[in-house]
C-alpha cells in the first residue's frame, strides 16, 4: 500500500510529528470531488442587458411641478436594410444626422450554437457621437442619455439584441458610493412607432 | 478456506505461457506502464482547486426549454426579478403559462398580452403587501429565444411596463469582451 511519510522525529521516545497519509483514500477522495465539481459546473454565464421603458411615475399633486428642459436624444433607426441611421434630436427638432454602412444581406457569426450578429462600425460611431454630442459624461452625474430605438416588426431579436450591446459598448464614469465604475452611457428604450 | 499472504498466484503448471511471459516481463515490453504519484497527485489538487474556484453554489437561472438566448459583451450581471420567457409564441412566468402570442404575430402590431400583464400585476400587488414602505424596483427579466419577432417583444416589453415593471432586462449569455 502506497503511503507518504517524511521522517523527522519520534527519536528519543517521542512521538512522531509526522503521520502516513493513504494513498488510496485520499486519490478516491480526490476523484470524487473532481466528478462532482464537473458535473455541478456551470458553463455557460448568464447575464443582463438593461432597458428602460420610460413610464412616468404616478402624479403627485403635492410637489412642485419643475420646468425641464428637453434633452438631446439619440434616435437608431435600423429599418433600412444596408444602413443605420444615428439621429441626435431635441424636443422633436433633428440636431445632427449620420449614417452608417451594413452589410446586406447580414450574415451572422456563429459562436458555439449560437448565431450571433455583431455590429463594430455601429458600436464605434455610436461611441464617437456620444463623446461628442452626449451630455451626461461626469461621474457625479445621475441621469444618463437615451438612446431611442427604431426597428420594424419582423427583425429577429437577435438582431436587436446585437444593435443594442453596439449601444452599450459607449461607457462612461459612474459614481457609486465611494468608488467609480465604469457604465453604459446611454439608457435604451424602444420606440412603439 | 484460509486467509493467504498476498503474492504472485500464476500457477505455473497451467499452461498459459504467454501470460508468464507477459507478467514476468520476458520477451518483450510490459503492458504495465509506472505512473509518478506525485505528478498525479499535483494534477488532481490543481484540478480540484480550479474546480472550486469556478463551483457556483447559488446554481444558475433556469433557463426555459427551446430559448435559445442571444449573445453579447456589455453586460450586467444578474439580478433576483420575476422571469418572462417567450418560447415560440407561448410566454411564461416564472415557469407558469402566462398567455399567447400568436395573435400578436398575425395581427403584427404591437398589442398588450392581457394575461401577462394581470399576472404580472398580481405579482406586484404582493411584493408591495409583504414588502410595506418599501419602493418597488419594478424590475422584470425577459427570457426571450433570439428568433422571436421584434413585434412580440416589444409587446412583451410594453405590458411589462403597464403592469408596473418600467425597468426591463434582457437575459443574454455573455461573451468576453473584444479589444478595440
Redesign the interface.
Known sequence: M?GVSVDSGGKGGRRSLDSEIN?IP??DL??V??SF??I???W????????????PGPPRPTEEVQKIEPEKQLHIEMRAPDKFTLIWKQSGTVISTVDVARKNPETPVR?G?????RY?DLA?KIESEWKTVGQHNQSSDKKFDQAILH????????K???V??AI??A?RPFATGSKQELV?AFNVT?S?N | MPVQEPGRRLMHHVGLKFVEKRVSGGGGRSVNAGLS?TS??DF??V??VF??M???AS???P?AKGV????????????DAPIVAVTGSQVIVDGVPAGNTRAIEDA???QRVDELFNILKSKRELWKQTHPGKDFPGVV?LQ????????V??SV??T???AG???????????PK?Q?
Open positions: 502506497g494513498m485520499m486519490i480526490l476523484m470531488t473532481i465539481l464537473l455541478t459546473a456551470v455557460t454565464h448568464m447575464s443582463r442587458i438593461n432597458a428602460d421603458a420610460q413610464v459562436q450554437q449560437v448565431d450571433t450578429y463594430p464605434a426597428t420594424d416588426n419582423e427583425t429577429p431579436y437577435g436587436l439584441i446585437g443594442i450591446d452599450y459598448q461607457k453604459p424602444f412603439v | 504519484l498525479m497527485i488532481l489538487v484540478t480540484v474546480l472550486l469556478t463551483f457556483s446554481g444558475e437561472t433557463q435559445t438566448l442571444p449573445l453579447a459583451e456589455n453586460t450586467l450581471d444578474m439580478i403584427k402590431r404591437l427579466l426571450i429565444d433570439q428568433e422571436v419577432q421584434a413585434v417583444v416589444k416589453f410594453q411589462a411596463a403597464f415593471y418600467p425597468n426591463v432586462s434582457f437575459m443574454v449569455n455573455s461573451i473584444t478595440h
